[in-house]
């Protein structure tokens, strides 16, 4: 039995984010920003002074992957780094003035990106779209967490 793409949730989810990072890209990248950096900033805007793994987890990436981000955007003046005093393994990401700074031309740009993408739909259907998409989410979480028990007493 076919799934056609016009019929996948998980496609058509999948299509619209791609096209929203591709808009967002657009915006961004002539300030200097890439998309990858975006979603570190993001997290640092909210709480500034995470770890290496604090980001990995809030941003959902390796932490290699966080590392390289965190590098890069170290070398550009957006952040810096600071051993942790007490547990010397552990290492704090902090915005720099030029990293907060970003905070105030960038997220009038990503309003912009989310105000374009929903512009045809009334504020209704706007809140019925994030109650569906957190309804998938919480859906799926539960499955998951189910197959996860399973998985676990299957192991022992």
């Given at each position: 039995m076919d799934l056609p793409f016009a019929e996948s949730v998980g496609y058509q989810i999948r299509a619209t984010h791609r096209t929203l990072q591709r808009?967002?890209?657009?915006?961004?990248?002539?300030?200097?920003?890439t998309l990858g950096m975006w979603y570190f900033l993001r997290?640092?805007?909210?709480?500034?002074?995470?770890t290496q793994r604090e980001l990995s987890r809030r941003v959902g990436t390796m932490e290699?992957?966080?590392?390289?981000?965190?590098?890069?955007?170290e070398r550009k003046g957006l952040v810096r780094r600071a051993q942790n005093k007490k547990d010397r393994r552990?290492?704090?990401?902090?915005?720099t003035s030029k990293g907060r700074a970003l905070?105030?031309?960038?997220?009038?740009l990503a309003r912009d990106v989310v105000d374009t993408a929903v512009q045809s739909l009334s504020r209704r259907e706007i809140k019925q779209l994030m109650d569906g998409l957190a309804?998938?989410?919480?859906n799926?979480?539960?499955?998951?967490?189910?197959?996860?028990?399973?998985?676990?007493?299957m192991v022992e």
């Open positions: 808009f967002l890209q657009l915006k961004i990248e002539p300030h200097g920003v997290a640092l805007w909210h709480e500034d002074g995470l290699p992957t966080t590392l390289s981000a965190i590098l890069n955007m552990k290492w704090h990401v902090h915005l905070k105030v031309e960038l997220i009038p309804e998938i989410q919480n799926l979480h539960a499955t998951m967490s189910q197959l996860d028990e399973i998985n676990s007493r």
